[in-house]
Nanobody, 121 residues
Framework: QVQLVESGGGLVQAGGSLRLSCAAS????????MAWYRQAPGKQRELVAGVTRDGTTNYADFVQGRFTISRDNAKNAVYLQMNSLRPEDTAAYSC???????????????WGQGTQVTVSS
């Protein structure tokens, strides 16, 4: 079994910054793509940013250069640096990882429990 644990959310004023972290642990042989998603109340979950194992990144259009995703393969961790935050960025942010199990060698997608980000105007 694999667990993803996020941290770093909180309350910040518009224009401020937050850094989210997500660490994976458990039966891990390898982690492929890792990503951050978010879901605001009454809205569907949406992709924020993703990063492959070799560091290739992709971002949602709404990021507009304000966020940076990175990962540390040695720590099985992914990060999201969020700058110039806006009230519309308020949401629950969750990390996601495609993991090859160390025992079964099968690949499955895992989710963290989420961390709340609230941006006040």
């Amino acid at each position: 079994q694999v667990q993803l644990v996020e941290s770093g959310g909180g309350l910040v004023q518009a224009g401020g910054s937050l850094r989210l972290s997500c660490a994976a642990s458990g039966s891990i042989l390898s982690i492929y793509t890792m990503a951050w998603y978010r879901q605001a109340p009454g809205k569907q979950r949406e992709l924020v940013a993703g990063v492959t194992r070799d560091g290739t990144t992709n971002y949602a259009d709404f990021v507009q250069g304000r966020f940076t995703i990175s990962r540390d393969n040695a720590k099985n961790a992914v990060y999201l640096q969020m700058n110039s935050l806006r009230p519309e960025d308020t949401a629950a942010y969750s990390c996601n990882a495609n993991v090859r199990d160390a025992y079964s060698a099968s690949v499955a997608k895992y989710w963290g429990q989420g961390t709340q980000v609230t941006v006040s105007s």
